[in-house]
């Protein structure tokens, strides 16, 4: 399962990146399908970082990884 969310994230690093930000992978808990990154660059501390989060990283992990439930920043 993280080799598989590193998969994705890779695919969305690019349009963080052409913001000036990044996103990099802290945990992946198999058990409660819990994801945990960081926000890094622009988007640390931007205020539409918590919709990127949830409309964005979530959401494409949860279509493309089975067992994926949340995403959380740390």
Not at 8 to 31: F, N, T, Y
Not at 46 to 72: D, R, S, W, Y
């Amino acid at each position: 399962m993280k080799e598989k969310v590193k998969e994705v994230l890779d695919k969305i690093r690019p349009s963080l990146q052409a913001d000036g930000g990044d996103v990099e992978l802290v945990d992946v808990d198999e058990s409660t399908g819990i994801v945990k990154v960081k926000l890094t660059g622009s988007c640390f501390g931007c205020p539409f970082a918590t919709m990127t989060l949830k409309n964005g990283i979530e959401e494409t992990l949860k279509e493309q990884v089975p067992g994926v439930k949340e995403v959380q920043q740390v």
